[in-house]
């Protein structure tokens, strides 16, 4: 029995570090966490409310997605993002994501497609209520899910990583002022577009708003943080 308590152990242990993970990925997208700045484990864990294990750990998890660096003997430091970066994981999406669209519109059945239309709602449910992290949750959910009917595994993760990595900056900022509510839409008029049958023009309303959402990675990077790191702990 003490091998089996053991294993809970680390089960625990292991949802912490994915909790924190997420509470940190979130704070980062908000703009909670600024690019170029220096955070130690213990002051994170402070904020968080937890030990700093589980935030090196998360951290760790972090690095080897290029969100972070390590700092020897300071802690991790956010990562910037250049406007080349973000020109390039664009035009990488668009490859991808676009031809996908229109293989997914023409070989999923319209039952397969309906069934993603309340993620697409809650997307635009949480652009309007300013709830950035539904948001940004259904938004990967709302994505991912229909690159997964094309039922190449190796593509959704790639695409995954590349949302990860190319991550809105000062997102708070365009919530408030209600900016993300027209890009939330799309999700619907894609949906709309697919279960209709109509893959070319699916395919045109993806490369739009790829293009729509580059944009506002363009004006959120001069948009001022909305909110200080102390409100980190509401991510857990």
């Not at 213990?42 to 390590?70: I, N």
């Not at 293989?103 to 993603?116: G, H, I, K, S, Y």
């Not at 239309?117 to 948001?135: C, F, K």
């Amino acid at each position: 029995m003490g091998d089996l308590k053991q294993h809970s152990l680390i089960k625990a242990q292991e949802r912490l570090r994915d909790q924190v993970g997420h509470a940190l990925r979130a704070a980062l997208i908000a703009g909670e966490l600024r690019p170029g700045s220096v955070y130690s484990a213990p002051g994170l864990a402070a904020e968080l409310g937890v030990s700093a294990t589980p935030v090196r750990e998360a951290m760790l998890d972090l690095a080897r997605e290029g969100l972070v660096e390590p700092v020897r003997n300071k802690g991790f430091r956010i990562t910037e993002v250049s406007e080349r970066d973000l020109d390039q994981y664009t035009e990488l999406r668009t490859m991808i994501e676009v031809p996908t669209i229109g293989r997914v519109t023409r070989m999923a059945t319209p039952e397969q497609l309906e069934a993603l239309r309340p993620i697409a709602e809650e997307i635009v449910t949480s652009a309007r209520e300013h709830n950035l992290i539904g948001y940004l949750e259904a938004d990967r959910r709302f994505h991912l899910s229909l690159l997964a009917l094309a039922g190449n595994d190796r593509l959704v993760e790639t695409v995954g990583d590349l949302r990860k990595r190319s991550r809105l900056y000062g997102l708070t900022g365009l919530d408030e002022a209600g900016k993300l509510v027209s890009s939330a839409e799309e999700h619907i008029e894609l949906l709309d577009l697919m279960i209709a049958g109509d893959a070319e023009a699916a395919e045109e309303c993806m490369v739009r708003h790829l293009g729509h959402v580059r944009s506002l990675w363009a004006r959120g990077r001069d948009e001022p943080v909305g909110r200080p790191a102390a409100r980190l702990g509401s991510g857990l």
